[in-house]
């Protein structure tokens, strides 16, 4: 298994508050991505990362923000809460595989299950 | 923009008989695609992935797929299913982009189940 580890693996919040999600590598690969997950859309790209401090948006960053201050640490923060964001997040990462970036497998976390009530 | 169908919500199969799990993408160049299957509360594993080369890719757990470019295609089977093959099935097409390394678009997944 990738040494990616995710936490907290299950929150209960209240619309309207903050919330950070932690991911946590141990291969020291270059690439971390956020994906959630919903019934019916498979998993949809957040937000990624190249590196530290370097990031950018995905297919739904709306409500999201992220930070990378370390190559083993990539933050997810919801800024305020809302019902439409109750989702299973996952954490990915993948590095260079000599066969390109496009080629580079990407590894998940077991993933945080988030409800805002 | 890549796109990936699924068009298999959910399938039944008995426990012994062959599966095949349908894979349709859109993309503009040559695709990475990939197969991933999910137990529930866990996370994604990886079953195969094809690259290039022989179309015929061999993956984990028994698995096969066959990438055929001319349907658009990458197409998972097993010749006989057991019962912890159950499970939620996850194909994607990967497309580097500038910095973003590997970027996934996934299908909206299959689920299996597998009959005694």
């Known amino acids: 298994d990738a040494g990616i580890t995710q936490s907290p693996r299950h929150k209960v919040t209240e619309t309207g508050t903050p919330v950070t999600l932690r991911c946590h590598q141990t291969e020291n690969h270059r690439y971390m991505y956020w994906y959630r997950q919903d019934p019916g859309h498979g998993l949809r790209l957040i937000h990624y990362s190249y590196g530290v401090k370097d990031t950018d948006k995905g297919e739904v960053s709306d409500g999201y923000s992220v930070s990378r201050s370390k190559t083993e640490d990539f933050l997810l923060t919801l800024e305020s809460a809302t019902s439409s964001q109750t989702s299973v997040y996952f954490c990915?990462?993948?590095?260079?595989?000599?066969?390109?970036?496009?080629?580079?497998?990407?590894?998940f976390g077991e993933g945080s299950w988030l409800t805002v009530v | 923009a890549q796109s990936v169908t699924q068009p298999d919500i959910h399938i039944t199969v008995s426990e012994g008989a062959s599966l095949e799990l349908r894979c349709n993408y859109s993309?503009?160049?040559?695709?990475?695609l990939f197969w991933y299957v999910q137990s529930p509360g866990q996370g994604l594993q990886l079953l195969l992935k094809?690259?290039?080369?022989?179309?015929l890719v061999q993956g984990i757990k028994g698995f096969e797929a066959e990438f055929k470019r001319s349907q658009s295609s990458f197409n998972l089977r097993k010749p006989s299913v057991h019962w912890s093959d159950a499970a939620e099935y996850f194909c994607a097409v990967g497309a580097g982009r500038g910095n973003a390394g590997n970027m996934l678009t996934f299908g909206g997944g299959t689920r299996l189940m597998v009959k005694p």
């Open positions: 993309y503009g160049a040559t695709p990475y």
């Open positions: 990915a990462i993948s590095g260079s595989e000599g066969t390109g970036r496009s080629g580079n497998t990407i590894y």
């Open positions: 094809y690259f290039s080369g022989d179309t």
